[in-house]
Structure formats: C-alpha cells, structure tokens
C-alpha cells in the first residue's frame, strides 16, 4: 500500500526567549491534528525540542499533498494564535505568508518526507536538532550510511555491502546530485564538508539491494528559512527521518552517529559553532548561550497505519559521556567570546553589525602603500573589505 512518512516542524513562539515551547500551544497543534486529521492521515505524534514543534505523520496520500501541509500548517496557526494571546516570544515566526497555497514548502516551517514500501516491520527514527542548520545532518548521515567504522554493517551485511546512494543539495544555487558510496566517497565529502552549502537530502538504496530496492531511506529538511524570507527571521533547525535494520543501519549504528558532539554552526543568534549535544526530551531546553545545539531522537515502529512508540533514543546513559563532552566543549569554545572559529565567519552569519561599523569608521581608515607606510588619500567604506 502507497505509505508515506512526512514530518514537519515549525518554531511559533517559546518561552522565555527561545528555550522551549509552552505546553498549552504543544495542546492546540495536538488538538487540531488530532481533530482535522481523520479522513487525511493514518496516525501521527506531536513532539518538540527547543523552541520548535514537531508533527510526525504518516498516511497515504503521497509526498507533497496539500491536504496534508495544510493540516501541518492550520496546525501552526491554531497554535500560533495561542502563542500570541500568552505573549510567548517570537509567536508565529516560522509562519512566513498570510495564507496556504496547497504546499508548505518555502512557507517556512521545514518538511522532511518519503513515499515507501512498508516492510513486514518498518522500523524508524525521527530526529530533531534545535540551534543549527540543515547541514548538520551532513556527518551524522554520512557516518551511519558510507563509514564502516561507524556502522560495521556496511562491511558484514550482505545486504549492504554494495553501499548507498546519496542526493546532495546545494542549498545556495538550488541544484542538486546524486553520488554513491562507496565509489564516490571523496567526492561526496568533499561536497558535503561544506554544510552551509552542499547538504545530503536524501538517501536510497541501491537498485540491487535485496530487500529493499532503489528505496528512499533517510530524508532531512533542507529549508533554509533566510533565504526564503531574504532576511533573518529565525533558525532553520532541521530534522530528519531514517529508516533502519534488515539491510539497512541497525538502530545502534544509527545512533552511534552521535556518539561525538561535533561541531555545527547556528548556535547563539544563529551566529556561533557549538558542539551537538545528543538529549532526552526531558532535557531538551536551550537555556546555556540559547543551546548548546540539541538532538533528540523518538523510535517508531510502523505497522497497518499505525505508529507504535515512540522510544526516547537518547534518553540512556550510553551517551552520558557525549553529553559531558559537549559540555567541556562548549565550556571551552564559550571562553572565545566573539572571536571566530566560535563566531562564524561573517558571511555565515545571521547578525552582524559589520557593514554598519564599516560605514561608521569608514573616514578613518587610511590607504597603506606597499611598505605599509600610510598614503594620503582616505579610503571609502566601498574600498574596504
Ligand atoms: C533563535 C535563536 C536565538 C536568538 C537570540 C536573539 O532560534 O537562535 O539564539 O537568535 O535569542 O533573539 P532576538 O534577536 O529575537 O532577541
Ligand atoms: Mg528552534
Ligand atoms: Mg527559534
């Protein structure tokens, strides 16, 4: 039967600042998926990390259905309207436009899904990251798909041995690629190394796999909420789901991806890098520098329409020690203040008070000659870079 998984998420307003979502706004989104639902999904689970609310559905009607991102997006706006009478901050500020025009895509909110041929037991993981980027998704996904010292299954897997197919963005230009693992590795790192640029969106199965041909296994958000506002108006926090066992990564070796709180950038006024910090939901505020970065992981089983679970993935004292490490990273990158490489470059940056200061300096500065002698002329702002 024609099944498809789309999950879509969207921040309409937290409390204090961006820390976390209010309970009563999680009730209203809950109240209306639950209500205007039937009829156009299956099942569903309502979640959150952060300041951003996450709806998880799965039905029949195929990706990119309008009835079913107009759910996701009425959704929002009955939650919205909750957010604004409470004052919660920044209230509907992932709702970009007035009003639905049959697809949510570049409305704001971000849209992960994927049409698939349910297995006997079709096991899932979505996972949710808050204060970064779609494209720190790049080493997690690379890691549980082409690296088999993450995922040993990659090598002593019949089933996996030949490897996968990887469809990467570039987010920038809007073009995208598909290369497989593991004849192009190289060349897929060196693309996805990148991440504010070129970021995976989806991954297949070969379309020799046996039990599983040319099937879409993991997909990831890739909205990237400045570009289509043109201006900052909140973080593109993104989420993925990933679909594992039988042929494909177990659940271990999938959450063994995180297991090393690298590096992201999105943290801090969109502005600074910090380590990713792998969570329970009872742990999934942002109250340290707004963060750090969080990921949560909720595990469903699919079965006959229905969603069962979900399992707090990080909820276990297996990733204490990658918790604790996040925290000496973040200790230790926090010591920079506003020094780069823990603020990020200017150009990455979704405040900046740069041009401005240029502007406001710019009768001072002095042209240099080649010895480093000053000439006479001043130089404009035009000539400063
Ligand atoms: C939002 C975020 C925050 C805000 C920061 C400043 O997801 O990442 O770090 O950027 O709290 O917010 P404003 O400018 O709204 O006061
Ligand atoms: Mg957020
Ligand atoms: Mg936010």
Known sequence: MKTTITHIKADIGSLPGHTTVHEDVVAAVKKHVKEQG??????????????????????????????????????????????????????????????????IKGMGPGIAEMDITPRKSEPFIVFMMDKTEPGAFNYPIFR?????FNTPGLVIDQNMHAGFKFEIWDIVK????????????????????????????????????????GENVAVITTDKLSFIAGEYVGKDDPAGIVRIQSGLPASGEVMEAFT????????????????????????????????????????????????NGPVDMFDDPAFDNARQKANDVADYIRRMGPFEPHRLPEEDMEYTTLPKVL???????????????????????????
């Open 38 to 103: 039937e009829g156009i999904i299956w099942d569903h689970h309502i979640s959150y990390i952060g300041d951003d609310i996450q709806i998880t559905m799965v039905h029949g009607n195929g990706i990119n259905a309008s009835e079913v991102h107009k759910l996701a997006w009425d959704a929002f706006k009955s939650g919205t309207d909750i957010a604004k009478k409470l004052g919660l901050y920044g209230a509907g500020q992932d709702l970009l436009k007035d009003s639905f025009s049959g697809n």
């Open 144 to 148: 549980m798909f082409a690296d088999p």
């Open 174 to 213: 809007a073009k995208s690629i598909v290369l497989e693992a593991p004849e192009e590795m190289y060349d897929i790192i060196s693309l996805i190394g990148t991440k504010g640029r070129y970021v995976i969106k989806r991954v297949y199965t070969r379309d020799d796999h046996e039990k599983l041909p």
């Open 260 to 307: 090393h709180p690298y590096l992201v950038s999105g943290w801090m006024r969109g502005s600074f890098n910090g380590p990713l910090m792998p969570v329970g939901l009872k742990n999934s505020k942002m109250s340290r520098f707004d963060g750090p970065p969080k990921v949560a992981g909720l595990g469903f089983v699919y079965k006959d329409k229905k969603l």
């Open 359 to 385: 502007e406001k300096l710019s009768g001072r500065f002095t042209e240099l000659d080649e010895t480093g002698k000053t000439k006479s002329k001043k130089v404009s702002t035009m000539d400063v870079d």
